[in-house]
């Protein structure tokens, strides 16, 4: 599903084209950096934000994207500084203010998941969504389970990048089913990278 989503989000929703800007916010998490590094592949421009400055790190160092920044820092500043003429996709996990993207004309916005109110307190709404009438913008929310037919297609597509290596996938390793809570409470709290995974027995 990790898979599918990432897949089913860049290429489908957000109809990924070779040379665009990307923003892929939440990019060290598990949806979030199989979306960067299939934007990567594809010949885009990848910008990534995470929660910590090991994070930023890894988006650089381990998952090779062209900029990335701490958006705890402020989401104003970096997205004008790596996309000075704007962004053509962003991938959306967290919603909130993220929503502010610096997005060019006709920008496209695949919007995943809303991390900035699963603590039960709902994030403002943006208060510049009328950008996204004088700029013709695209926001399309979407399920994975939506594109279970595509599922096939997304199998090979991945498939085929991680035999080459254009496909890193981390795994946040948690042993027995009493190490389920700490596993979803590091999740939520931002302390883990990639895919939480729980090994029964």
Same mark, same amino acid.
């Given at each position: ?15 990924l084209k070779p040379d665009d800007v990307v923003w892929i ?47 705890r820092d402020g989401l104003d500043e970096p997205p004008s $500084?790596? *996309? !000075?003429?704007? &962004? ?14 610096? +997005? ?24 510049n969504l009328f950008n996204a009438t004088n700029k013709d ?40 089913? $009493?190490? *389920? !809570?700490?596993? &979803? ?14 090994? +029964?027995?």
């Amino acid at each position: 599903m990790t898979g599918l989503t990432a897949w089913a989000g860049t290429f489908v929703v957000a109809s990924l084209k070779p040379d665009d800007v990307v923003w892929i916010s939440a990019a060290a998490g598990a949806v979030g950096s199989v979306a960067a590094q299939l934007a990567k592949a594809h010949g885009c421009r990848v910008i990534g934000s995470a929660g910590s400055a090991e994070k930023v790190t890894c988006l650089k160092d381990v998952l090779g994207l062209d900029a990335a920044f701490n958006w705890r820092d402020g989401l104003d500043e970096p997205p004008s $500084e790596f *996309a !000075p003429e704007g &962004i053509d996709v962003y991938f959306d996990s967290v919603g909130g203010d993220h929503l502010k993207a610096h +997005l060019r004309p006709f920008g496209r916005v695949a919007l995943c998941g809303a991390i900035a109110g699963y603590d039960g307190q709902p994030p403002a709404a943006p208060d510049n969504l009328f950008n996204a009438t004088n700029k013709d913008i695209n926001l399309r929310g979407f399920l994975a389970g939506t594109f279970a037919d595509r599922l096939p297609e997304a199998r090979k597509h991945l498939a085929e990048l991680w035999r080459s290596g254009d496909l890193n996938l981390d795994l946040a390793w948690y042993e027995g089913l $009493e190490s *389920a !809570p700490q596993a &979803i409470v590091d999740m939520l709290s931002e302390r883990t990278t990639g895919k939480c995974v729980v090994a +029964l027995g």
